[in-house]
């Protein structure tokens, strides 16, 4: 167990709990739910409101195995193809299986999906590497604002204690190393202010993704890999940070454009868009036998590699034959978003390129969401629980969220553990926070070094300048020079720069090309090398000690507390 913590004041106040959820997306709200429901006392600790993480921006919506010939073994084929050869089968299995009533007990909590006119069935629809269509959405292309609205009214309704406004700091561990809760900052002006704990037993971390590593993402402002940090401080294991996702078609707002850019969901090409270039060719065609419907990192990487050739730094979709009906009714969210930013895609082709999207990686959990820190939990797209490999298949996240939810709230509710010793508070840290404007350096190092394109040499110019960043504030600190105060924004550049640093070690060690991880010096899959995970946890000086495991296997967290 390593002894960094983020620089904070000590806690100055305290609640109890059974469970504490970090996170309200599809992950947190959906295991918030299972563990009230089986009786636990839960308190939600989100960091802005409610709706602001990544759920609320999906588009295309849920894939379950749920149409009239589709089988969950279809379903656990077109993933294990996407994954690259690096997926857990089992857990695959799990989430293909468990996946359909997952969405069912989604429906009953609330959520409505699109639906048929003639008949009330579920709509279906295709999206890139699924070979069937098997996407539930809802809203036309608003499934996440849909779900996020159907779990806030039910959490709300339950009465589960929210706490919103508030930033999960550090995991408190007992004298024994095991989970005791977390230390937060509430921002606002209420009875809980400023830094405190909430103690627990449990804490399910679902924080989310870290798209906000990258100067372009798709990725709400919260997305800054606290989870992932957070769990590397805490001693914990993540797996497979290298395999981030690249959105092949993203709204492209101009060379300058920073943050958060919209998506153009890929149900967009499922419908019979086509990815063209400046001249008007298709050039996918050709290249996979689903041509615009390939999977996210061979259409990622056919854009790229097109955009070179031609010089520019964008492609075309061209969907204009949808008409402004099916427009208007099917993707009213990005006929929307393309018009306030001055596009008409019904009578132009839209812009696009690539920028991050998803992390394929996270905090390494068995198949109940357990880490390998006893009591502590990751769900969503904070953990890697092996079901996405070297590369996520389309719309399978949010499932993900779902199945394991359950999973993780049946394992608090059924486990017998016991109550933690009082926390150890952590002594006072002597690591330095990174101020608000090394946020925007580490993003465009990462963009430049360890983006779509990575090689040895811009994975290397990358790590050293994570390094100056980080070195710099160290040696203000060893001079007593005036250093970052602990705030909102020096929390989250400091885990932005821990996360950065971990993602180029892993990416620099693995020397080939492997679903979204693309080695321009590595070309080739190189499954005798490197069919398998890589394992990362922080040597106690802060550094990452990266390791390979032997196989792709994933196999399941054994510590006294975690053998089943
Ligand atoms: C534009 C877009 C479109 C997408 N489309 C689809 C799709 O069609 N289908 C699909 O399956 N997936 C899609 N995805 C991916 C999917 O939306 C996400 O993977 C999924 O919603 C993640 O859910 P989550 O609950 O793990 O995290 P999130 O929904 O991101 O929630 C994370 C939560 O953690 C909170 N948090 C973060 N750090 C802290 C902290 N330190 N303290 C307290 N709280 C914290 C955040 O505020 C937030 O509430 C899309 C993603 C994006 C961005």
């Given at each position: 167990m390593s002894d960094i913590r983020l620089l904070a004041p000590a806690p100055g106040w305290a609640i109890d709990a059974d469970v504490v959820v970090v996170g309200s997306g599809v992950a947190g709200l959906t295991t918030a739910l299972r563990c009230a429901a089986g009786g636990a006392r839960v308190t939600v600790v989100t960091k802005a409101r409610l709706d602001d993480g990544s759920t609320r921006w999906a588009q295309g919506g849920i894939a379950a195995a749920l149409g009239d010939g589709d089988t969950p073994a279809q379903h656990l084929d077109d993933t294990l193809v996407a994954g690259a050869g690096v997926c857990d089968e089992g857990a695959v299995r799990l989430l293909v299986t468990e996946g359909p009533d997952a969405v069912r007990r989604l429906i009953a909590s609330g959520a409505r999906f699109d639906t048929s006119e003639s008949d009330g069935e579920i709509l279906l629809t295709r999206e890139g590497g699924h070979h069937r269509s098997r996407i539930v959405h809802a809203g036309g292309d608003a499934t996440g604002a849909e779900v996020s609205r159907a779990l806030v009214e039910a959490v709300r309704t339950a009465g589960i204690e929210t706490v919103e406004n508030a930033l999960v700091l550090d995991l408190l561990t007992d004298a024994d190393g095991r989970t005791a809760g977390v230390t937060l900052h509430v921002m606002g002006e209420g009875r809980r202010d400023g830094v405190g704990a909430v103690r627990a037993p449990a804490v399910v971390l679902a924080t989310g993704g870290m798209g906000q590593v990258f100067s372009a993402t798709t990725n709400p402002a919260v997305s800054t890999g606290d989870g992932v940090a957070l769990a590397l401080r805490a001693g914990a294991e993540v797996s497979d940070l290298e395999f981030v996702q690249f959105h092949p078609t993203v709204l492209w707002l101009g060379p300058q454009a920073e943050g958060q850019q919209p998506l153009v969901s890929e149900a967009v090409r499922g419908e019979g868009a086509h990815l063209v270039d400046a001249d008007g060719v298709r050039f996918m065609l050709g290249q996979h036998e689903l041509a615009e419907l390939a999977p996210r990192d061979i259409v990622a990487k056919a854009i790229t590699r097109r955009m070179q050739e031609h010089g520019t730094d964008h492609m075309y979709l061209d969907a204009?034959?949808?008409?402004a009906e099916m427009w208007a009714r099917r993707f009213p969210t990005i006929l929307a978003a393309c018009r306030a930013n001055g596009i008409d895609p019904v009578t132009e082709p839209i812009p696009v390129a690539p920028a991050a999207h998803y992390a394929s990686g996270g905090v390494r959990t068995d198949l109940r969401g357990r880490t390998t820190v006893p009591g502590l939990y990751a769900c969503g797209e904070v953990a890697c629980t092996g079901v996405h490999g070297a590369n996520r298949l389309a719309s399978n996240s949010l499932l993900e969220g779902l199945v394991f939810a359950e999973r993780i709230a049946d394992d608090v509710l059924t486990r017998e553990r016991p109550a933690p010793g009082a926390p150890v508070l952590p002594e006072p840290s002597r690591a330095p926070l990174l101020e608000h404007g090394a946020r925007y350096e580490i993003q465009r190092v990462m963009t430049a070094g360890a983006g779509v394109l990575r090689s040895a040499e811009s994975l290397a110019g990358a790590a050293a300048a994570l390094e100056r960043v980080h070195t710099r504030a160290v040696e203000d600190l060893a001079r007593d020079e005036k250093t970052a105060e602990p705030c909102v924004e020096t929390w989250e550049a400091t885990n932005l720069s821990l996360v950065a640093r971990v993602l180029v070690a892993a990416a620099a060690r693995r020397e080939e090309t492997r679903g979204c991880h693309w080695r321009e010096d590595h070309p080739e899959r190189d499954d005798a090398a490197w069919a398998r995970h890589l394992v990362v946890t922080l040597a106690p000086d802060g550094t990452p000690a990266v390791r390979t495991t032997p196989s792709t296997d994933f196999p399941p967290v054994e510590t006294p507390e975690h053998s089943a």
């Open positions: 204009r034959h949808f008409g």
